[in-house]
């Protein structure tokens, strides 16, 4: 009873806020004058700088309101503290049931290895789709703050993608659900399993044919196990999967090519030459990208044998922006492509008029058995089974393409398990639906109306586990809170096979449950804790020394020996007939799982709505994006509001117009426009899903796009994204091709100033122990966000919301900067991350008038926050705009939640001081601390800056200048070094080692050709 | 009377002191308008509103205290906005009143005699508006001390190679010795105020003000050697605070900021606003109080062509900016010209030629700087585009600085606006309750302009 006072106060206080729909209309022609008066300069960004008045931006909000400007409207999240305190003070006055009175007494006997002010780190797995990302933890005190790759693993060996490394926030999350509930009351666990007994005893003597499982993507071997064992006491029971980011046409290409379901793998630091149909395999949510990225990064060096990456794809991506060469081309045409270079390589059996790109297949057959053909997700059944065939013809299998069973505990087709799941609930065969996690009331395909033939009384009994109380808890009469992973005991398979252990680092915050408990439930064995069915699962197929299997096991975070070996399988497709060309409609439309939000079960976590997308650097929304040629002819400019028509739905969104985008296309994101996602992600964005049916998972034609004549503000956290000035291009991100490279390799050093350009004598530094730098290699960046996020995560980085960012206040540390270079139809692309330089002549530290912030001995530019009064001069000298402002009070101070989630080593920022990166001076401290305790200095390895340890492509490399074997100096010695703005002198400590693309030359004297 | 219209000056333009005073006349034209005149529906009208508008000062100020300087349009990268804006113009328009009441004393330029008691107050009240913003812009203003230095149990000083402890010391040195002349150049005013009240708690307070101001020769003697050393004390701050200023933008390395021109274009532009200012409350005030015999078209002219100078020299700063954005060959300094000319702002940058170079112009034409309506339309003018400079060297250079990505824009909040507007209200409101309550032009002063006090003199030099 305590506990639906907290819920259900906030909710209503929140609500009052939210509501912003019943508020007045305003006149947006008003606006569009404004607009119209102060037309900018032909920028690709230009209409951003037009936002306008205050009035404006206000007006903006209302007319479009944003759940996100919430999150910051203080009022809002204060009364709903407010109100939140005060029930909490009455349930203690009542007695509250979760909480115990304890008494507080010291250790008579320390835990092994827990030292207070120590972190302890445990190997766990974080699982996106079913595919696991094997992890470390850091716990301090029990209380997980922040993750980190398992070097260990074949899967990380280190790197971390975005969501793994957001996945602390939301265990954190103080709207998870928090409570069992019936029709939205709360229940005791114990209620529920007292009303599921009932139906449940039914379905027994019925063999279960009335019940129905949903699940995500399970590849958790125990997990599976219990399904089968009860799907084997009820046979007539049916387990459906669905999940709306699915591999249905990767099992379905295998099918067509070998007859059955396989899992693709690939070993990238074998392939010399890729070539990506529509495959955007270095961003998190392709299975492996963390262990691709690293081996494609290892070959992206120019002074050994050099990789060569062709990208075709139907929307930008980060992998396309690293392609040597990219061919922006509808996602349909894909498959032409694929066809043309099928033809080229001799596949049997394909046949092409069209010559079509075909120097990437002379390039793939110079290359057999070094290269490689990966096909994406989206793309069709033929496109994936056209690159099987493709690598078969070059030889590539069992050399960079392997084969091995699906990781997929149960590969069936999601949109046809759904489809006939929602037949049997329509058709009244359903009694007890148990939907165990995702939320398919917001994302099963349009067509199918699920959330309809939820909410309709033809299933008796509907329970849902999920995390938080979302659209289908909403639709279902039995809401279970699930466990957050780093709560909970499981398993899981990474991409290559080897399953890892899934093991709590927290007792449930909010007493939640595991999906492996609520199978217990239905077979009816309560009383199982998840520890003990992951065991037991374990005592089947381990060895005969269980103990020390299971030691071993959780030690290092995976199961040895679980790997999939490399399976035989042989070609049997003899024909690749064409996929149904649609027609109709003007344009065709993609569908893309979002950067930052993923299918929106991320929503909620606002590290990664504002974390910003690799290529658009958009944070808190998602657009409709459209190429640059198509916006001129619809007069379509950033921000301004189109309605989208398709599959007879319509949605309005609004267009960002993004380079390289292929023409007569759009692309939109999914995961957005939530209206139960919590008070972070409700009503950000706009919903796709009404427009996406099962029949087109991911593009499909016939979409329509017209102009609404409104506008809507778009937060990109990137002023501009081209180097050009009017007055010349800005050498911010140094590129030479490969041939240019060799014959000038210091290509990049020419802005360097002398070493003696200074009328004081610098600071000898060479003296000290220590002397921090960092080098980051730009070949090498994939632009995956991951340092972005470990360094929130790791830095106790607040979140603004929206709002804040529209107004350039957003906190990132880190940030990647993305710039476009050359025609605005196919630019290359650039990635930048920027951390602080840490400048040793820094122009911050001299006009602090209060020196707040002040220059180490060992080089580092401190920033005493405890000093800081807040002038921001620092910010306005500083170059490199890496400093960030407390504006207002934007780090939480009262969620209880998010003081457990904090990095107990670094300070809570509070208003009006100035912050920015730090090396991650408290990771340098402690290290310091200890080995200043052996009596030795920090070696090369032992330290690590967080966004340095996050970065599955080793692109970052930090280390100790004095020590001439370090690895950074290395690469600060190498010819590709260069400081950026080096010119002014600062003498960043943070350098760059220039970009070095490899075209194929062949193809690059056509193309001058062509241009001339 | 038709004997005393004999002007002892060699100069026969428009007299300095409208013919037919005497020291009687002087005096009980200047101090009735602060014993018995009475308060008009017009000053209560007027000063309701002006106060009002200072009390906007005060709740834009307590909102900004109680959540921050995230209430302003401020950003990374443009982490000063209005307030360092407006700080500059006010600071540049107290100039003025310094360089009337100090310079123009140690040249003997007796005119200013007529205006300068109301250009130290504006001065003053300048200068304290400005005050306001350096304390209100620190993200903590409660530690904002922290800029003195002052010994603490931290043993931690400030740092002094920042420009902004530089502007602590200029500005409070500045304010401090605005304070003390004024003070000084009141004294013998308070003591005839004294002396010709009738009400004895006004003639209290007044006396307690005069010091026991006696006017005896040694008591005169005394003062004006003390008047003539505090004068050349504020001399060089004319010139030191204005520079001291412009360092905190030409110390810092951000294109349109980092150049040596700044201090004497600073100065100029300060003491170009400072007598725009000057005209835009003498015209109105003059016409009010029927002080056209004390300051007179000959004034007004003088400032006018003051006016006229200062912003050649500006005009020429401008100039110089953009033949060194060109000359520099520095991308950096070539796209900031660029940007000014066709950026996002440029409207901004434009109205700023037009209202600080091109609209001056016309007071090379006598016909304009005779006429008191074209005068304060022209000062306002002057005014704005003053402001306007400052906005663009503040907030257009930090929108535009080196990195592309970080490119910004400013869009003031109505907090910005409120904090603007409220700092003109208190400005007004202080020199509304001036006028009413201290001798708006310096009554002996005004007096040492009437031929009588130069018949000694002249029977000297005969002699």
Same mark, same amino acid.
């Given at each position: ?635 379509? $400019?950033?921000?301004? *509001? %189109?309605?989208?028509?398709? &599959?007879?739905?319509? #949605?309005? @969104? ?5 380079? =390289? ?123 995956? $966000?991951?340092?972005? *996020? %470990?360094?929130?995560?790791? &830095?106790?980085?607040? #979140?603004? @919301? ?5 107004? =350039? ?204 | ?463």
């Amino acid at each position: 009873m305590s506990m639906d006072e907290q819920k259900a106060k906030p909710t209503g206080a929140a609500g009052a806020d939210v509501c912003p729909s019943k508020r007045k209309q305003l006149d947006l022609a008003t606006v569009k004058e404004q607009l119209e008066e102060t037309t900018g300069p032909e920028y690709w960004r230009s209409l951003e700088e037009l936002a306008g008045s205050e009035e404006f931006q206000e007006m903006m909000h209302r007319e479009f309101p944003k759940g996100a400007s919430e999150w910051l409207d203080d009022f809002s999240r204060r009364g709903f503290l407010k109100t939140m305190g005060a029930s909490l003070a009455l349930a203690g006055l009542t007695g509250c049931t979760r909480m115990p009175i304890t008494e507080i007494v010291p250790y008579v006997r320390q835990p092994e290895n827990v030292v207070p002010g120590r972190p302890m780190f445990y190997a766990t797995a974080f699982t996106l789709g079913g595919y696991a990302s094997p992890i470390l933890v850091e716990s301090h005190l029990f209380r997980p703050t922040k993750v980190e790759g398992n070097p260990q693993h074949p899967a990380s060996l280190g790197g971390t993608d975005v969501y793994a490394q957001a996945s602390v926030l939301d265990l954190y999350d103080p709207d998870r659900a928090q409570n069992v509930t019936y029709m939205g009351d709360v229940r005791s666990w114990n209620a529920f399993m007292e009303a599921a007994r009932g139906p449940m005893s039914v379905q027994k003597s019925m063999a279960g044919s009335g019940v129905r499982i949903l699940t995500q993507t399970v590849t958790s071997p125990t997990l599976a196990g219990q399904i089968r064992d009860y799907l084997a006491a009820y046979p007539q029971a049916k387990w459906h999967v669905y999940e709306p980011i699915h591999r249905d046409n990767v099992y379905e290409g295998a099918k067509l090519a070998f007859g059955e379901v396989v899992e693709t793998r690939y070993d990238l630091s074998k392939a010399d030459v890729i070539v990506s149909l529509d495959a955007d395999f270095l961003y998190a949510g392709f299975p492996g990208s963390a262990r691709y990225t690293r081996d494609f990064a290892a070959r992206r060096n120019p002074d050994a044998n050099m990789n060569r990456l062709y990208v075709i794809e139907s929307t930008p991506s980060s992998t396309g922006m690293k392609a040597d060469h990219r061919l922006p081309v509808k996602a349909s045409d894909v498959e032409r492509v694929a066809r043309d270079i099928a033809a080229s390589v001799r596949v049997p059996g394909v046949v092409s008029e069209r010559e079509g790109w075909n120097l990437a297949a002379v390039d793939l057959l110079r290359h057999k058995g070094s290269s490689v053909v990966i096909a994406g997700d989206h793309q069709s059944p033929v496109v994936h089974a056209l690159a099987h065939a493709i690598n078969d013809v070059l030889g590539n299998v069992g050399k960079t393409v392997f084969y091995t069973e699906p990781v997929d505990a149960n590969p069936v087709n999601r949109s046809e398990s759904l489809h006939s799941l929602v037949e049997d609930m329509r058709a009244g065969k359903v009694d007890l639906l148990l939907i165990l996690g995702g939320n398919p009331a917001y994302d099963a395909p349009a067509e199918l109306e699920f959330a309809s033939a939820l909410k309709s009384n033809a299933v008796n009994l509907k329970v849902f586990l999920g995390t938080h109380r979302n659209e289908t808890a909403e639709l279902c009469q039995w809401h279970v809170p699930e466990a957050h992973y780093l709560e909970s005991w499981s398993d899981a398979r990474a991409y290559d096979g080897t399953v890892s252990m899934v093991q709590p680092l927290i007792e449930p915050l909010y007493g939640g449950k595991t999906a492996h408990e609520m199978i217990t439930i239905l077979a009816g064995q309560s009383g199982l804790t998840g520890r003990e069915l992951v065991q037991s699962y374990w005592q089947k197929h381990a060895g005969a020394d269980f103990d020390a299997f299971w030691r071993k096991s959780l030690h290092d975070g995976w199961v040895g020996g679980t790997t999939y070996a490399p399976k035989n399988v042989t070609l049997k497709a003899a024909s690749f007939p064409e996929s149904p060309a649609s027609s109709g409609g003007d344009y065709e439309l993609n569908f893309r799982r979002d950067p930052s939000i993923y299918d929106g079960r991320f929503a909620n976590n606002g590290w990664l709505q504002e974390l910003p997308k690799p290529l658009t650097k958009l944070t808190w929304d998602n657009p409709i994006m459209i190429g640059p040629a198509m916006a001129e002819r619809l007069k379509l $400019n950033f921000k301004d *509001v %189109a309605e989208l028509e398709g &599959n007879g739905k319509k #949605v309005k @969104g609004a267009v960002w117009i993004q380079a =390289g985008h292929p023409d007569n296309s759009i692309t939109v994101f999914l995961g957005y426009g939530r209206t139960h996602a919590g008070r972070v992600g409700s009503g950000t964005g706009f919903d796709v899903y009404p427009l996406r049916t099962s029949q087109t998972p991911w593009f499909g034609a016939g979409a329509k796009l017209t102009a609404t004549g409104e506008t809507y503000d778009l937060a990109s956290t990137q002023g501009y994204q081209t180097m050009e000035t009017p007055v010349g291009e800005r050498p911010l991100v140094q590129e030479r091709s490969l041939e240019e490279y060799k014959k000038e390799p210091n290509f990049a050093k020419e802005g360097e100033p002398r070493e003696d350009l200074t009328l004081y004598k610098p600071f000898d530094y060479s003296k000290e122990t220590y002397s921090w730098g960092m080098a980051i290699d730009l070949n090498a960046c994939v632009g995956c $966000n991951n340092c972005i *996020v %470990a360094c929130q995560s790791e &830095n106790n980085i607040a #979140v603004v @919301g929206k709002e804040q960012t529209l107004k =350039g206040r957003h906190m990132h540390w880190l940030r990647v900067d993305a710039y476009y270079n050359g025609p605005r139809d196919n630019p290359k692309g650039f990635f930048q991350p920027v951390p602080c330089m840490q400048c040793e002549d820094a122009p911050c530290e001299l006009v602090c008038p209060v020196q707040a912030t002040i220059h180490s001995s060992e080089g580092l530019n401190d920033m005493v926050y405890n000093r800081c009064v807040g002038t921001r001069y620092c910010s306005n000298n500083c170059p490199y705009k890496v400093r960030r402002f407390n504006f207002l009070l934007f780090s939480d101070w009262e969620t209880p939640q998010f003081k457990l989630m904090r990095n107990p080593d670094v300070t809570v920022r509070s208003r009006g001081v100035m912050e920015k990166c730090t090396y991650c001076v408290q990771r340098i401290s402690e290290k310091r601390i200890d080995a200043e305790r052996a009596d030795s200095t920090i070696k090369e390895g032992d330290l690590q800056t967080a966004c340095q340890q996050s970065c599955p492509a080793n692109a970052i490399v930090f280390g100790n200048l004095n020590d001439p074997n370090s690895q950074v100096n290395k690469w600060k010695a190498h010819a590709r070094n260069y400081s950026l703005l080096g010119e002014l002198n600062t003498r960043p400590r943070t350098t760059y080692l220039a970009e070095v693309r490899n075209p194929n030359p062949e193809l690059e004297t056509k193309a001058s050709a062509e241009r001339t | 009377m038709a004997t005393n219209t004999q002007i002892p000056v060699a100069d026969r333009r428009v007299p300095v002191i409208a013919p037919g005073h005497t020291f009687s006349t002087i005096t009980e034209k200047i101090s009735n308008i602060v014993l018995s005149r009475p308060v008009s529906l017009g000053w209560i009208f007027g000063f309701l509103i002006v106060f009002s508008m200072m009390n906007v000062l005060m709740m834009a100020l307590g909102y900004l205290f109680i959540k921050g300087t995230g209430i302003w349009g401020i950003n990374i990268p443009i982490g000063w906005g209005f307030a360092i804006v407006n700080f500059v113009w006010w600071i540049g328009i107290g100039h003025a009143g310094t360089l009337i009441s100090a310079i123009l004393c140690l040249l003997r330029q007796t005119w200013r005699n007529s205006i300068n008691r109301f250009a130290e107050a504006m001065t003053l009240f300048a200068v304290a508006c400005a005050g306001i913003f350096p304390l209100a812009h620190t993200g903590r203003p409660w530690l904002a001390y922290w800029l003195f230095p002052y010994p603490n149990t931290m043993r931690y000083w400030p740092n002094f190679r920042s420009p902004l402890v530089w502007d602590v010391f200029a500005v409070s040195t500045y304010f401090t010795i605005s304070l003390v002349f004024w003070f000084v150049g009141l004294i013998p005013d308070l003591a005839t105020l004294r002396d010709r009240t009738e009400n004895v708690w006004v003639q209290r307070i007044y006396g307690l003000l005069a010091m026991g101001w006696r006017g005896s020769a040694r008591h005169w003697h005394r003062y004006e050697t003390a008047y003539l050393l505090l004068a050349g004390l504020a001399t060089p701050l004319v010139l030191s605070v204005h520079t001291v200023v412009s360092f905190d933008f030409a110390v810092g390395i951000v294109p349109g900021w980092h150049t040596t021109i700044f201090p004497p274009y600073f100065v100029a532009g300060a003491i170009y606003s400072g007598f725009a200012m000057v005209l835009c409350l003498a015209i109105p005030i003059r016409a009010i109080y029927g002080l056209q015999d004390f300051i007179t078209m000959r004034h007004l002219e003088n400032a006018a062509k003051v006016m006229l100078a200062t912003g050649l020299i500006v005009a020429y700063g401008y100039g110089m900016e953009a033949f060194m954005g060109w000359y520099s060959g520095s991308p950096f300094d070539s796209f900031l010209l660029w940007n000014r000319l066709h950026g996002p702002y440029r409207l901004s940058y434009m109205a700023l030629l037009g209202c600080n170079i091109l609209i001056p112009q016309v007071l090379w034409l006598k016909k304009f700087r005779v006429s008191t309506g074209w005068l304060w339309i022209i000062s306002f003018v002057v005014l704005v585009g003053m402001w306007l400079e400052r906005f663009i060297i503040v907030v257009v250079s930090l929108s535009r600085d080196f990195l592309n990505s970080s490119f910004g824009m400013y869009y003031p909040t109505k907090w910005d606006w409120m904090t603007f507007a409220g700092t003109i209200g208190m400005f007004l409101t202080a020199m509304w309750l001036f006028v009413r309550i201290l001798p708006m032009i310096s009554i002996f002063e005004l007096r040492t302009l009437l031929p009588e006090s130069h018949v000694h003199e002249a029977t000297e030099v005969k002699q």
